[in-house]
């Protein structure tokens, strides 16, 4: 069964450094999603993209963050300059049509120190 | 806000007994998916519930839909060990629209 994949699966890194997450989504999907979820809490939007541009992106969602689609299939989350509280499970989601259901992938687990 | 709001916020049961969740949402939606996550692990799927349905099974579980107050409830019966796990509700109102997660319900089966 196809599946979203989410690498790297961790990631540590400085507080002031880049990051890049990366997706790549189901194969026939047009809709694609980031998520986040601080430890203990609730799951939170960020951004959802379609044809190549941002549909609509959360407050969370600043200057700091971008997002694109390089190629055919992967699906990238930047955060430029890392914070201590970015420090959160990030997941991307995947659906074909806005009518189905949103596939996660298994998330990266982000640290910053 | 849309958002969904799942109770009980923790249940603990027997191995075998029945669960049941239930979820409050504030406006109108499209569709509810309900959402098992263990520990620190990914979200997984579990059943998508439209808004003109009413009850939807899949194996053990069975999702009501009630969008007159705006609300709906996860039954997962004979319960195993394994289906100790958080359980989220989520919820869509537009096409293009985010989901929208409620807090969740944390499960444990006791063996």
Known sequence: EPEVTQTPSHQVTQMGQEVILRCVPISNHLYFYWYRQILGQKVEFLVSFYNNEISEKSEIFDDQFSVERPDGSNFTLKIRSTKLEDSAMYFCASRRDTRETQYFGPGTRLLVL | ?111
């Not at chain 2, 969904?4 to 603990?12: F, M, N, R, T």
């Not at chain 2, 520990?39 to 349905?53: D, F, K, P, Q």
């Not at chain 2, 289906?83 to 929208?100: E, L, M, P």
Request: aromatic share 6%.
């Open chain 2, 1 to 111: 806000s849309q958002q969904g709001e799942e109770d009980p916020q923790a249940l603990s049961i027997q191995e075998g007994e029945n669960a049941t969740m239930n979820c409050s949402y504030k406006t109108s939606i499209n569709n509810l998916q309900w959402y098992r996550q263990n520990s620190g692990r990914g979200l997984v799927h579990l059943i998508l519930i439209r808004s003109n349905e009413r009850e939807k099974h899949s194996g053990r579980l069975r999702v009501t839909l009630d969008t007159s107050k705006k609300s709906s409830s996860l039954l997962i019966t004979a319960s195993r060990a394994a289906d100790t796990a958080s359980y989220f509700c989520a919820t869509d109102a537009r096409r293009d629209d985010k989901i929208i997660f409620g807090k969740g319900t944390r499960l444990h089966i006791l063996p």
